[in-house]
């Protein structure tokens, strides 16, 4: 129904930067909200990193203000994350997701995309 699909992660040393990208396709009629989460390794569950709205309004997490930047092509179903200043603690795996409606409105969620921040 609608796939997922992101790129962009590897390895950085810190105070690097990295540029993720998310691109979404399939039968649905409509993207709303589309955003990140991370999932670090060893801990339990995903933590949310970033959302844009349909009208470009952005939200971050505390921990990535200043360093992060959400963006979107609406034309390419594409979302991206600008990551600069990176510290170890922001390795982990990143998944992207997206609110479309194919009949009803649901979230969708990527296979993920490995960040590793390391010197």
């Known amino acids: 129904q609608v796939q997922l699909v992101e790129s962009g992660g590897g390895l950085v040393q810190p105070g690097g930067s990295l540029r993720l990208s998310c691109a979404a396709s399939?039968?649905?009629?409509?993207?709303?909200?589309m955003g990140w989460y991370r999932q670090a390794p060893g801990k339990e569950g995903e933590w949310w990193v970033a959302s844009i709205g349909p009208g470009d309004t952005t939200d971050y997490a505390d921990s990535v203000k200043g360093r992060f930047t959400i963006s979107r092509a609406n034309a390419e179903n594409t979302v991206y994350l600008q990551m600069s200043n990176l510290k170890p603690e922001d390795t982990a795996v990143y998944y992207c997701?997206?609110?479309?409606?194919?009949?009803?409105?649901?979230?969708?969620w990527g296979r993920g995309t490995q960040v590793t921040v390391s010197s």
């Open positions: 399939g039968r649905f009629s409509s993207i709303g909200t």
């Open positions: 997701f997206a609110v479309a409606t194919v009949r009803i409105e649901g979230r969708y």
